[in-house]
């Protein structure tokens, strides 16, 4: 089995990265659709996709399933996501044997939402308390890991502020971490202001913006009251008019994402990760339409 090659040695072929995040189903005909998913989406050939790890235990055995047959059947090159949540420093351990073991090289390396129910995170008895940790835990056992690890251009919701947040992204980089990966945002000046404070802060590294491509105006207000990200009243009102008419819905949050990639793209992002909830449509008419 050929071992991944490391995504920083992809952006260093100075062209925009496109990749795409997946969660694992939570049953069989949620495996299948994705499947399916993967399938369309060989077409487009992203640079890699990444696979979010749950934190109820339950769906964790999917993530590495998913990883598994999207690396051998897809050919796609797979960044696991793996979290502090629930395990302790042996684990942690063991975990990142298996990964590197299973040819993967790259990681999402995340401290991880509090369980649902829960809405503070409490570390594990002999467990990490920030994704800092596991960067470093995680570079000391397998140096040739290459690890993302997550900006938040309007702050963590948890940060008591915006440079105390850069802070910990610039200790997430000192850990080991090789490149940013930001949580989802509608405002292309929150991502830029974002990144000139990292630059400020010393941090080098690639910030690739993650832009969602909205399907639902009552999930995605949901979604971003729980991570604290703003919805502009401009794209709320699109969606408004949409209404009930989900291709009409559908169609106001490609045309924002496609908007803000494209201008993205001419302000030197170094790429774009796409949250497409497990949909091939969204990607597939993005791909097209930054194509034409
Ligand atoms: N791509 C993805 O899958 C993404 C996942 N997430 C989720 O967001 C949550 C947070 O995870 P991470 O960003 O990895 O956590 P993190 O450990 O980097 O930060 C978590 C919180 O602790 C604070 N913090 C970190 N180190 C600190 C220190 N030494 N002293 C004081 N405060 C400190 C941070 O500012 C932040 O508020 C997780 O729930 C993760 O799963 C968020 C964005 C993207
Ligand atoms: N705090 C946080 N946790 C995450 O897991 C996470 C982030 N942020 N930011 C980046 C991505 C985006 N993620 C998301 C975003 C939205 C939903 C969501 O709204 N899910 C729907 C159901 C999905 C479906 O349509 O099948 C929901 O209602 O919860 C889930 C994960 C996962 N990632």
Redesign the pocket.
């Known amino acids: 089995m050929q071992p991944d090659r490391s995504i920083v040695s992809l952006f260093a072929q100075n062209r925009p990265l496109r990749s795409i995040?997946f969660?694992p189903p939570k049953d069989d005909a949620g495996v299948a659709a994705l499947r399916a998913t993967a399938a369309a989406l060989q077409r487009i050939s992203p640079d890699f996709v990444s696979v979010?790890y749950g934190a109820g235990g339950s769906t964790r055995e999917r993530t590495a399933q998913v990883c598994a047959f999207l690396k051998s059947d897809f050919g796609f090159t797979v960044m696991p996501h793996l979290t502090c949540v629930g395990h302790t420093r042996d684990e942690l351990h063991t975990l990142a044997d298996q990964i590197h073991d299973n040819g993967f090289r790259n990681i999402m390396t995340l401290r991880g939402?509090p369980p649902k129910g829960a809405d503070t995170f409490i570390p594990t008895t002999d467990g990490l308390r920030y994704a800092s940790e596991l960067a470093a835990l995680l570079k000391t056992r397998h140096p040739d890991f290459c690890l993302g690890v997550?900006g938040y251009p309007e702050k963590h919701p948890e940060a008591a502020s915006l440079e105390a947040d850069i802070d910990n992204v610039k200790r997430k980089i000192d850990a080991g971490g090789d490149f940013v990966t930001t949580?989802?945002f509608f405002d292309n000046a929150v991502y830029l202001r974002f990144v000139e404070k990292c630059h400020a802060r010393g941090i080098t590294v690639p910030i690739v913006p993650?832009i969602?491509p909205v399907?639902?105006l009552k999930?995605?207000q949901?979604?971003t009251q729980?991570?604290g990200a703003t919805l502009p009243a401009k794209l709320i009102t699109r969606l408004e008019a949409a209404g009930e008419n989900t291709d009409a819905v559908e169609s106001v949050g490609l045309d924002w994402a496609l908007t803000q990639i494209r201008e993205l793209l001419v302000q030197g992002a170094p790429g774009y990760h796409l949250?497409i909830?497990?949909r091939a449509k969204s990607a597939l008419a993005l791909a097209a339409g930054l194509a034409a």
Do not use: H, K, P
């Open positions: 995040e969660f979010t939402d997550a949580q989802l993650g969602m399907l639902s999930q995605i949901r979604f729980m991570c949250y909830l497990n």
